[in-house]
């Protein structure tokens, strides 16, 4: 049953995956590598190192995919990150959708778009970070 239900999860989650595994690709091509963590592919170097470094952010999940600047950064991020796979396994398809729309409500309410989005603080608290 524990299996079936995994199985479940990944399938659910797979919408969100694949887009981490266009980005997991693009790091790969890039010179980037990939490791197995925690049922989850973690790509670092590349396009992962370009993109977080483009846009400020030390590591990202997408679906069972995190991809980080470095080793380091993802190491650091691991439990956070983790929190985000949890999340991806009960939304599914409208995890990006419903983490866009948490941004935008969080901004609409004069509130930080990141720092007080719902899924942030969520994962927040699951891991431990009280900032």
Known sequence: ??????????AWASP??????????????????????LGT????????????ERNRFA??????VIIGRDPCALDSCRAHEQAHVRQVERWGIAFIPAYLAASAWAWSQGKHYYLDNY??????????EWW
């Open 1 to 10: 049953m524990i299996r079936a239900k995994r199985v479940f999860a990944y």
């Open 16 to 37: 969100t995956t694949l887009v981490g595994l266009t980005a997991g690709a693009l790091t790969l091509a890039t010179g980037g590598r990939v490791q197995r963590r």
């Open 41 to 52: 592919l973690e790509f670092h170097g590349g396009f992962s190192r370009w993109f977080a």
């Open 59 to 64: 590591a990202m999940t997408l679906g069972h």
């Open 119 to 128: 899924f942030e603080r969520d994962a927040r608290r699951a891991c431990g």
